[in-house]
Each structure stands twice: as structure tokens, then as C-alpha cells.
């Protein structure tokens, strides 16, 4: 039997600390974040003989550990190159726009989005595709990293809190070459109100929760605190249930 999901302030340590390590051991990091999002995810939904998408699968560090799970899972990236950064891409992957996402409506069991949002122009046209194409009934997990968290930069932050633009300039002049994840090309300013109020206002989906991806399990509150949350969130996941058609209708 599985171990219950915690959300404990050790296992924030253990994630904190294995991000530092990102650029020098990549697969160590992602390797660790998937199991740990897998094992949050199941504290929603079951996983064996799910059918599920990936949004934004890159190189399938998520995909291969929902397979491991026993989920049928196929990833979907717009990026040839990011999908075999670290060997082939995970069988069934596909080339695709998460704007545009090349899966029927109503199929997949749960449709998953890590760290992706903040990527695309139109990101509640993504949010839409993800539910367009989960089941009444099913698991929309959407995260991201929002814009004015302490890495809302990525690697330009904290600059980022001076203005996107300034901040990708100093990293150019810092590294001579411009920085992988460019203000207003490739990272996009979301906000956890904005992600809220998408959310709630649509009347085909259930909020179910709404945390710090990170974070122990009683900060959660930060979320429901105006301003403080867009700093202190860091990365907020979304779990939304996508409402029965009977309910929508009545």
C-alpha cells in the first residue's frame, strides 16, 4: 500500500534543497519532483489505469513516473528539442501546443501541467484546453510559478521585481547570451489572483484545492491573503474537478 501524502516542513527542506542543485544535476531534481507531484496527485485522485495527459511533458521526468504509478500517460510538448534534452521522449509523446491541445474533448481521466503556464501567451486558453480535454468528472492539476514569487524570473530573479525586461538585460550582460526564459517571449507575468478568478468563474469546473506547491501543508492559508500570496505562494497548483454536465445545465 502507498504512503499517505505529507506535505510536511521536512519534505519542503528536501525539495528546497534539491533545487539548488538543479543545474548541476538536473535529473536528480526532476527526478525527485516527480515522484513527489505523483504522490501529491494521488492524494486526489487514483492513478492505475488512468488515462492521463501531460502538458508541457519536455523530457517525461513526469510522464515516466505517472506510467510507474500505472497511469496510461501521454506527454505533449510544442519543443522537439526540450522533449529529448535527456535521451528519447517517453513513448506516445506527441509535438503539440498546449493552446491548441492534439486530444479529444472529454478524454483523458486527469490532464497534469507542471510548470508550464507561465510559458505560454495565452495562458487561460491553456488552462481551457486542459479542461476542454479531461472528462465530467475528472482531474485538471495545473502549476506554475507566478510572476512576482522569488523565482518568477526564473533565472533572472530576483532582477525580475525591477521589470522583466531590465532583468533580462543584466543576465545578458552578466553571461553574454540572453537568458533561456525571455520576459514577454517565452515567461509571461501570471498572477495567483488572475489563476483564482479564471477558476471561479467558470461554471464547468470545481475548485478543490489551492495550495503552495512547496510549502508545508498549514501555509496554505497564504493563498487566501491578497498581495502576500503573489510573493510568498512561490508556486501555486490548482486541483479542479470538471463538473458533470447535469450540474453545469441545472
Not at 89 to 112: E, I, K, Y
Not at 130 to 153: A, D, E, K, Q
Request: hydrophobic residues 40%.
Amino acid at each position: 500500500m502507498d504512503e499517505p501524502y505529507r506535505a510536511t516542513l521536512a519534505r519542503s527542506v528536501r525539495l528546497l534543497s534539491a533545487f539548488r542543485g538543479e543545474q548541476a544535476d538536473p535529473e536528480r531534481f526532476y527526478g525527485l519532483m516527480a515522484r513527489d507531484t505523483v504522490a501529491q496527485l494521488r492524494s486526489y485522485t487514483g492513478l492505475d489505469g488512468a488515462t492521463v495527459i501531460d502538458v508541457g511533458s519536455g523530457s517525461g521526468f513526469f510522464t515516466r513516473e505517472l506510467r510507474a504509478a500505472g497511469a496510461r500517460c501521454a506527454g505533449v510538448d510544442v519543443d522537439a528539442g526540450e522533449m529529448t534534452a535527456f535521451g528519447a521522449a517517453p513513448g506516445d509523446s506527441v509535438l503539440g501546443s498546449a493552446l491548441q491541445l492534439p486530444f479529444r474533448t472529454d478524454g483523458a481521466d486527469v490532464c497534469f501541467s507542471s510548470n508550464v503556464l507561465e510559458h505560454v501567451p495565452e495562458p487561460w486558453r491553456m488552462a481551457g484546453e486542459m479542461v476542454r480535454v479531461t472528462r465530467p468528472g475528472g482531474i485538471v492539476y495545473l502549476s506554475f510559478t507566478n510572476w512576482l514569487s522569488p523565482w518568477g524570473g526564473h533565472e533572472t530573479s530576483p532582477w525580475h521585481y525591477l521589470g522583466g525586461d531590465r532583468a533580462a538585460r543584466r543576465y545578458e550582460r552578466r553571461h553574454g547570451r540572453p537568458p533561456k526564459n525571455l520576459h514577454g517571449s517565452s515567461l509571461y507575468a501570471v498572477s495567483v489572483a488572475d489563476t483564482l478568478a479564471w477558476a471561479r468563474k467558470r461554471p464547468d469546473v470545481e475548485v478543490l484545492d489551492a495550495l503552495p506547491r512547496y510549502h508545508p501543508r498549514w501555509a496554505k492559508g497564504v493563498t487566501r491573503i491578497p498581495g502576500v500570496r503573489e510573493v510568498v505562494t512561490w508556486n501555486l497548483v490548482l486541483i479542479l474537478r470538471k463538473r458533470r454536465r447535469e450540474a453545469t445545465e441545472g
